[in-house]
């Protein structure tokens, strides 16, 4: 049985990992929005198209994060990878080895997205303090 994408699950995930408060981001969403809305909206298993797309421009996270991203079936990877029958010396086991290059590129994406995900943290508060001494 094929599993459906719980995609408000997938944003809160996504939201919490960038420490993004629910306020937070019902503030960048516009007026109509507030906490008790995006707590609503992140119960949702799917999320309307024009609201993912918005979410994803808050988040700078691409719409098929959220459309995509299967915890379940990640953490099965991860399981079937490094499971019992993963050790050095089983010849039923396979070793896939990545060039250094493609290591160091690797490491250097996932440097920019997290500098990314912190500038964006940084003017989510700076936003937040600007509305906070407007009130």
């Known amino acids: 049985m094929e599993q459906k994408i719980h995609q408000g699950r997938n944003v809160k995930r996504f939201r919490e990992m960038l420490g993004i408060k629910q306020e937070a981001m019902a503030y960048a969403l516009g007026e109509d929005w507030n906490q008790k809305k995006i707590s609503l909206l992140e119960q949702k298993e799917a999320i309307e ?5 918005q979410i994803s421009g808050v988040l700078k996270i691409p719409v098929e994060a959220f459309q995509n991203f299967d915890e ?7 399981s079937n990878t490094f499971g019992d029958n993963a050790c050095v010396g089983n010849p039923n086991s396979t070793f896939a080895f990545n060039s250094m290059e493609e290591l160091k590129r690797l490491h250097e994406e996932k440097i920019a997205l997290f500098e990314r995900m912190l500038q964006e943290k940084d ?3 700076l936003r937040l303090e600007e509305l906070i001494k407007s009130k």
Do not use: H, T
């Open 49 to 53: 198209a024009g609201l993912l797309g």
């Open 72 to 78: 379940e079936q990640a953490i099965n990877i991860i």
């Open 123 to 125: 003017a989510m508060m």
